[in-house]
């Protein structure tokens, strides 16, 4: 009989802890930014904002306190490696989830989050659509990419995987195709410009080429640029 008592008492604990808000840290180092993101998700039944972050150098003492079950981190945050910290928490605090928010579309800076340990990806501007659904997915470990990157991530992957190129490289043959000088790759991707041809005689070599026509109809193929 005791038993059939406490079993009521067992299930509204079980309904209490589906009903808790998704707890949540937001990292970036823009007022504004992290005022319009609190407000969108405040907004929400099921998130609660517990923290803001406004660099590298405090994340994880934030993490450490909170543990939240998401960390919303800018992947440009000042005084340190939004990568590196990534990768930290990943070891660190595997409970929680990292979902990255930038105003990059590349996908190689998409893998790098990835296998630091990210599992969400948002580009910025499109925070106010894709954001909850991110951090929804995060908190169960499901992955994320905004999908004006994820097409580009999936070409990527299958260039890596089928030609031997590095995800570096492949990037590299995107924008090559896309029309940009060795001094605009080296200005986005933050290289050398002599890493940047360093990395042109590789990719020429390993698949064949020439010619830059011969490389775009190469991304076109792979579906690294859209036709």
């Not at 008492?9 to 504004?32: E, F, G, N």
């Not at 992290?34 to 405040?42: A, D, F, P, V, W």
């Amino acid at each position: 009989m005791s038993a059939l008592r406490a079993l009521p008492s067992l299930i509204d604990d079980d309904a209490s802890q589906r009903r808790a808000p998704i707890r949540v840290v937001l990292a970036d180092d823009h007022y504004m930014v992290r005022r319009t993101l609190r407000l969108l998700l405040e907004g929400e039944q099921d998130v609660d904002v517990i923290a803001e972050v406004v660099d590298v150098s405090t994340v994880m003492r934030h993490v450490s306190h909170h543990v939240p079950q998401v960390l919303v981190l800018d992947l440009r945050l000042p005084n340190g490696s939004s990568i590196e910290t990534i990768r930290q928490i990943s070891q660190r605090f595997p409970e929680v989830e990292v979902v990255v928010l930038t105003m990059e579309e590349s996908p190689l800076f998409a893998q790098r989050a990835i296998d630091a340990g990210a599992v969400g990806f948002v580009v910025k501007d499109r925070a106010d659509t894709e954001l909850l659904a991110a951090i929804r997915l995060a908190s169960r470990g499901c992955e994320y990419v905004s999908p004006r990157v994820a097409s580009k991530l999936d070409a990527l992957r299958r260039a890596t995987q089928d030609d031997g190129l590095t995800p570096r490289e492949t990037e590299i043959v995107r924008m090559i195709a896309l029309g940009h000088t060795s001094a605009e790759i080296a200005c986005q991707l933050h290289l050398s410009r002599r890493t940047v041809e360093t990395h042109r005689a590789r990719i020429h070599h390993k698949l064949g080429v020439t010619t830059r026509a011969e490389l775009v109809q190469f991304a076109l193929q792979r579906g690294l640029i859209g036709a």
